[in-house]
């Protein structure tokens, strides 16, 4: 079986910073994009930051300028870094990849990592 794992959550001030880690075990052949989402309360599951296999990258509009995705593909880890972040920012954080193990290309999650912004 496939599991990623998250972490760095926790609890920062507002205009603080915090990054996230995620890294797969198990029999993973290749990867090809790697995500993070995020799901406030009461809210959808919403596509935070992507990055390729090739290393491009795509941020929500919200997010733009302060967080950083980047990818270890050595170590099949992906990571977002959080900077100048904001009260709004406070959701469960979940990785994602789009990778195959076995016959063919599949989405994982990570387990979901709380990040709480305070004012």
């Known amino acids: 079986q496939v599991h990623l794992v998250e972490s760095g959550g926790g609890l920062v001030q507002a205009g603080g910073s915090l990054g996230l880690s995620c890294a797969a075990s198990?029999?993973?052949?290749?990867?090809?994009?790697m995500g993070w989402y995020r799901q406030a309360p009461g809210k959808q599951r919403e596509l935070v930051a992507l990055?390729?296999?090739?290393?491009?990258?795509n941020y929500a509009e919200s997010v733009k300028g302060r967080f950083t995705i980047s990818r270890d593909n050595t170590k099949n880890a992906v990571y977002l870094q959080m900077s100048s972040l904001k009260p709004e920012d406070t959701a469960v954080y979940y990785c994602?990849?789009?990778?195959?193990?076995?016959?063919?290309?599949?989405?994982?999650w990570g387990q979901g990592i709380q990040v709480t912004v305070s004012s």
């Open positions: 198990g029999n993973i052949f290749s990867i090809n994009a």
């Open positions: 994602n990849y789009n990778a195959r193990s076995r016959d063919y290309f599949q989405n994982f």
């Open positions: 990055i390729s296999s090739l290393g491009s990258t």
